[in-house]
């Protein structure tokens, strides 16, 4: 037997044939089908959880988009608020326009005179709020004063909740059963009615729930986000050219590209520490300010900006680099009149992202003091404030129960914030990419 029949022999071929191989093909389809399967499963199980948190939002937040009002015979007593007739700002302003309210309380339901403890249990359908309303219209329109209309005011957090469901019909709402009696009469009268929550989007915080709203927080989120952005964008640019286009590559430069790779994954509170000390410690700045926190959220986002302008600026063909300088263009007229224009939509893209995250950070603005009680909104960065997350978080650990679904409609408020600079950075991104 010669020496390669051996060989053959001590070493048999394994699977040669057509059909051993057409075998491990199919073996190879089928776990190419389960791989995909195991996939399309992971990606319907993520969007499940998606679907039932978003339902679970939606419908505890819904409801927040609207507010009962109670429609009350009001006679703008004169005596009561303005004896003097003098007609002054300041007068109209202090009067007692709670006592307004309860004549026409005990106007609308003439069976509570004389008993104390019905006449508190009607005053509890009322809002606090809506002396607020009746001094707005008579500060409006002087005239008023000394006549009488129908007026529809905001009823109580408690009478709010039991009309739209979400507190028991009884006296576990907060509300006395002959509270709860007369409160099912003025609907059986149709002196109820459900209108769109503008308190909600007018009015800053409140303790009292059916008053609570958002702008403050708004504008305080508005503040800190153009304190960002105004900071953040040209630094991140400008470190990122740097580090792409003129450094020199050594142990320094690899040293400050690791860190700031670091940096990005560094969680948020670590820079709120970090904000803390510097500039409310060192410097002095105004706790609860918008300026302090577009200061923090400028740490975290800086990192993340100038990851992504590094990386659109690699996008950009080292042909278009060559050619310019073919051309007799310095280094600085390449990076400025043709690669930074043509990575400017990667970066505008990689810098919304970097919003839209800071946008939703709280943990460095509860560090440097955003997470106090502020019913005013801010003029200007430097007032005290809030900002969207932290209002959630404020309302989520409220008490009351009306807190609950105004804590939905905040998260909802938020993603909508979030979803629209989602889109636009896609949108920048279709419009503007090139492919190479």
């Known amino acids: 037997m010669t020496e390669l029949s051996m060989t053959q022999s001590a070493h048999p071929k394994v699977g040669t044939t057509g059909a051993d191989a057409e075998k491990r093909l199919k ?4 776990a190419e089908k389960r791989f995909r399967a195991y996939g399309l499963v992971s990606i319907a199980i993520a969007l499940l959880f998606l679907a039932v948190l978003l339902a679970s939002i939606i419908a505890k937040g819904a409801s927040a988009f609207t ?68 001094r707005k ?36 709402s ?37 008053l609570a709203g958002l702008i403050g927080a708004v504008v305080g989120s508005f503040y800190s986000l153009a304190i960002t ?27 400050i590209e690791v860190n700031i790779n670091n940096l990005a994954a560094v969680p948020s509170i670590v820079f709120g520490l970090l904000a803390l000390e510097i500039f409310l410690n060192v410097l002095g700045l105004p706790r609860s300010a918008p300026l302090v926190g577009g200061l923090a959220l400028t740490l975290v986002s800086l990192p993340t900006i100038i990851i992504s302008a590094r990386v659109a600026l690699k996008a950009v063909p080292p042909w278009i680099r060559e050619a310019a300088q073919g051309l007799g263009a310095s280094r600085q007229q390449m990076v400025m009149h043709h690669v930074l224009p043509l990575a400017m939509p990667g970066i505008l893209t990689g810098t919304i992202i970097a919003m839209a995250r800071a946008i939703g950070e709280s943990a460095p603005l509860l560090m440097i003091g955003m997470v106090a009680f502020v019913v005013d909104i801010p003029a200007t960065p430097v007032d005290p404030a809030t900002a969207l997350p932290v209002q959630v978080y404020l309302w989520a650990a409220s008490p009351e129960r009306a807190f609950v679904e105004r804590t939905s409609a905040a998260i909802l408020v938020l993603l909508a914030c979030l979803a629209v600079m989602n889109a636009t950075a896609i949108y920048l991104r279709k419009k503007f990419e090139r492919r190479w």
Request: hydrophobic share 40%; net charge negative.
């Open 27 to 30: 073996a190879r389809y089928r």
């Open 137 to 172: 219209m008579v500060l409006a329109d002087p005239k008023i004063i000394g006549t009488s209309a129908e007026i529809w005011l905001p009823a109580s957090s408690a009478a709010d909740q039991v009309l739209k469901g979400n507190a028991a019909h009884d006296e576990s």
């Open 229 to 255: 952005i105004a900071l953040s964008f040209p630094l991140g640019v400008a470190a990122a050219v740097y580090l792409e286009e003129f450094a020199s590559k050594n142990r320094w430069t690899d040293l």
């Open 174 to 210: 907060g509300l006395s059963e002959g509270a709860l009696a007369k409160l099912d009469l003025l609907k059986a009268a149709g002196t109820l009615k459900r209108r769109f929550n503008t308190y909600l989007f007018t009015n800053g915080d409140s303790r009292q729930p059916e």
């Open 67 to 134: 507010q009962t009002f109670i429609e009350l015979p009001v006679t703008f007593d004169a005596e009561t608020i303005d004896p003097d007739g003098s007609r002054e700002h300041s007068a109209l302003s202090a009067a007692d326009y709670r006592t307004l309210i309860n004549a026409a309380l005990e106007k609308k339901f003439p069976e509570i005179a004389g008993d104390r403890t019905a006449k508190r249990d009607v005053q509890r359908l009322v809002s606090q709020g809506a002396e607020l309303e009746l």
